[in-house]
């Protein structure tokens, strides 16, 4: 139906779909069979509890070594 309507790119929002990653595969190999392209786009969601507060600011970060004279 994409084909139809003149569409050549398929976008999939991953993050949406909520569907197993053995049929995120199978749904991109049928797009691809239609010979159009797929784009899949992936996102990061965090909990708010994952995410350090101000107070730990150097959580992940890098700090820098000290200069040597």
């Given amino acids: 139906?994409?084909?139809?309507?003149g569409f050549d790119v398929v976008d999939l929002n991953v993050d949406s779909l909520m569907i197993?990653?053995?049929?995120l595969l199978?749904?991109?190999r049928?797009?691809?069979n239609?010979?159009?392209k797929v784009k899949p786009k992936f996102g990061i969601q965090f909990e708010a509890?994952?995410?350090?507060?101000?107070?730990d600011r150097l959580f992940g970060g890098y700090v820098?070594?000290?200069?040597q004279k």
């Fill in 20 to 23: 197993p990653e053995e049929n």
């Fill in 49 to 55: 509890s994952s995410i350090p507060s101000n107070k």
């Fill in 34 to 36: 239609e010979k159009l």
């Fill in 30 to 32: 049928m797009i691809k």
């Fill in 1 to 5: 139906e994409c084909k139809d309507l």
């Fill in 26 to 28: 199978r749904l991109i």
């Fill in 64 to 67: 820098y070594p000290p200069r």
